[in-house]
């Protein structure tokens, strides 16, 4: 049972999300349960001197029917990820918009992403140095700096409290969202929008992290004996967080409490994670939500089918769960949606709150052989009802930047 310790509570009122498996919380839930995979062979630009020729790509996305911004539809795809996931979010809370002048500077908005408007620049550099142009687009700027997106969505909703974009790579979202929840539970804010957005699948990116050689051609197996690197995806995962007595004064449904946030960085190695960082991270989030680990019933992994994340991974949550370790369920639905960089921890954190509503763990697809030093529950290929009461959902990003966000029910 989590301790409240006279802190201000904080529940979570309304989530939204943009992936390549579905743009919608139900459509993307209900594919995560029938366990549908959205890694295709890359169709939004030119792969013919890549060996990565596959990612996750939003399907079918039309601005013009998604967005009601006119703004926004003149921004980089991520900025457009965002709002339409904080659409959904907002919309799903009930909160009235614009938010009311006696509460705008009581909102946050908090939305961050890895790299920000990548093919915005690139699109710029390719103007400027293959076609010689004399210049590039007068937004050019405002659509790749990293804080187009909370500043959208800030203006679409009249949110006047504090606004940024926060970057920490991989774990962008899970950041994100542990900020405004310290903001909602010491007082600083009522109300506040948070996660990520990421849309940075071009030519130039995907060399880039060839470079490094921690894609894989073929597919993200993780916790698998044959996974061979993961594979990119775009997308955004929003949540709509607030004060549960605020909420019940206005007569919201609550969907779950933000329970505990833990952050930690390994201070090691740029690209090698250290279990001393992950186990921290998540030991900080049960003793926040002031819980034992034995109260977590599903873990949502980071699990990004590299090598050393996904056996880091497990050695770490051995070390924090102890005997519960071989209890709880776990699964890395990257296997399904990718990897979706900074927005992957915004995306989860929506997969591990339908979890607990639905008393339901989506699978890990692709494991067919498991890696024998990765040797936990992780839920292989197909999902199963169980009792989920907490969830866990972790973010373990290059640099050693790491973020878990423990979720619970909604208060009685």
């Keep these: 049972m ?19 498996v579905g743009t919608g919380v139900d459509k993307f839930w209900s594919a995560l349960k029938a366990g549908e995979c959205g890694i295709r062979e890359v169709q939004g630009f030119e792969t013919e001197d890549l060996y990565i020729t596959i990612a996750g790509e939003v399907p079918d996305f039309d601005p013009r029917t ?27 809370s009930g909160i009235e918009t614009p938010i009311r002048d006696d509460e705008a500077y009581r909102s946050a908005c908090v939305i961050g992403s890895g790299v920000g408007g990548l093919t915005t620049l690139e699109f710029s550099y390719k103007m400027l140095f293959q076609e010689k142009k004399r210049a590039t687009h007068p937004l050019t700027l405002l659509k790749a700096i990293g804080s187009s997106a909370s500043a959208h969505v800030s203006i679409e909703y009249g949110i006047k409290g504090p606004t940024y974009g926060l970057v920490s790579a991989c774990s962008t979202a899970s950041h994100s969202i542990g900020n405004v929840y310290r903001m909602i539970r010491e007082g600083l804010v ?120 996904d056996l880091n991974e497990t050695r770490a949550i051995k070390r924090v769960f102890g005997n519960a370790a071989n209890k709880v369920s776990i699964s890395s639905t990257k296997s399904m949606h990718g990897h979706c960089l900074g927005a992957g921890g915004g995306i989860e954190a929506v997969a591990a709150i339908k979890a607990m509503e639905d008393n339901f763990v989506p699978p890990t697809i692709g494991l067919n052989d498991p890696d024998p030093e990765c040797d936990l529950d992780y839920t292989a290929n197909v999902g199963k009802e169980r009792d989920v009461t907490y969830t866990m959902s972790n973010s ?17």
């Design 66 to 92: 998604r967005l009601k911004s006119k703004a926004l539809m003149m921004a980089d795809k991520y900025s457009q990820y965002a709002g339409c996931a904080a659409t959904e979010a907002v919309e799903m």
């Design 190 to 309: 009522d109300i506040g929008v948070a996660g990520a957005a990421e849309a940075s699948l071009n030519w130039g990116a995907t060399r880039a992290w060839q470079a490094m050689r921690v894609l894989s051609p073929d597919g993200i197996f993780p916790f698998s004996k044959e996974r061979n690197g993961t594979v990119l995806a775009e997308g955004a995962g929003i949540l709509m967080l607030e004060e549960y007595e605020h909420a019940k004064e206005r007569g919201a449904t609550i969907l779950a409490e933000l329970t505990g946030y833990g952050c930690t960085a390994d201070a090691a190695d740029m690209v090698n994670p250290s279990i001393d960082g992950a186990s921290a991270a998540m030991q900080m989030a049960l003793d926040d939500a002031g819980l034992s680990a034995s109260d977590i019933d599903y873990i949502n992994a980071h699990g990004t089918a590299t090598s050393a994340n």
């Design 396 to 412: 373990f990003a290059f640099g050693g930047l790491n973020a878990v966000l423990v979720f619970g029910p909604a208060p009685a």
């Design 2 to 20: 989590t301790k409240t310790n006279g802190r201000r509570r904080v529940v979570v009122t309304g989530h939204g999300v943009v992936t390549p």
